[in-house]
């Protein structure tokens, strides 16, 4: 289980980052969030592929969670791309329950949306 107990701390540095960065963006340290985010993506990352092995025998809600969250960190990092790609893995290869399907599918419509609005100079 060293495995996913070193998972679950990536994950909860990730989201501490996060945290942090939500509350540098709201006191205008605009460069400071953008560094807080990209630390907390790249923590992210490192415990969806860190709790690869584990997930193949334990994979729900676990895998589309944690691609949920780190698709919601890639979005805060402007990077779109990788965020659909983490979206796409947790649709296909995964089985969401509901509620994280629905909230899958909502961060796909954010992308598609921004993509819209930038191809109309809105963005």
Same mark, same amino acid.
């Given at each position: 289980?060293?495995?996913?107990?070193?998972?679950?701390?990536?994950?909860?540095?990730?989201?501490?980052?996060?945290?942090?960065?939500?509350?540098?963006?709201?006191?205008?340290?605009?460069?400071?969030?953008?560094? #807080?985010? !990209?630390? @907390?993506?790249? /923590?992210? $990352?490192?415990?969806?592929?860190?709790?690869?092995?584990?997930? =193949?025998?334990?994979?729900?809600?676990?895998?589309?969670? #944690?691609? !949920?969250? @780190?698709?919601? /960190?890639? $979005?805060?990092?402007?990077?779109?791309?990788?965020?659909?790609? =983490?979206?796409?893995?947790?649709?296909?290869?995964?089985k969401p329950p509901t509620e994280i399907a629905q909230?899958?599918?909502?961060?796909?419509?954010?992308?598609?949306?921004?993509?819209?609005?930038?191809?109309?100079?809105?963005?």
């Amino acid at each position: 289980m060293r495995t996913k107990s070193l998972t679950v701390q990536f994950h909860n540095e990730s989201m501490d980052y996060a945290e942090s960065a939500m509350l540098a963006k709201m006191h205008g340290n605009i460069e400071e969030a953008e560094r #807080l985010f !990209r630390k @907390a993506l790249h /923590l992210e $990352l490192k415990a969806l592929y860190t709790f690869k092995e584990y997930l =193949l025998e334990h994979k729900e809600p676990t895998y589309s969670v #944690l691609r !949920r969250s @780190a698709a919601t /960190l890639a $979005l805060d990092c402007n990077q779109p791309e990788l965020a659909k790609g =983490l979206i796409a893995e947790a649709l296909l290869y995964g089985k969401p329950p509901t509620e994280i399907a629905q909230e899958l599918q909502d961060l796909l419509e954010q992308i598609n949306i921004k993509n819209r609005l930038s191809l109309h100079g809105y963005a």
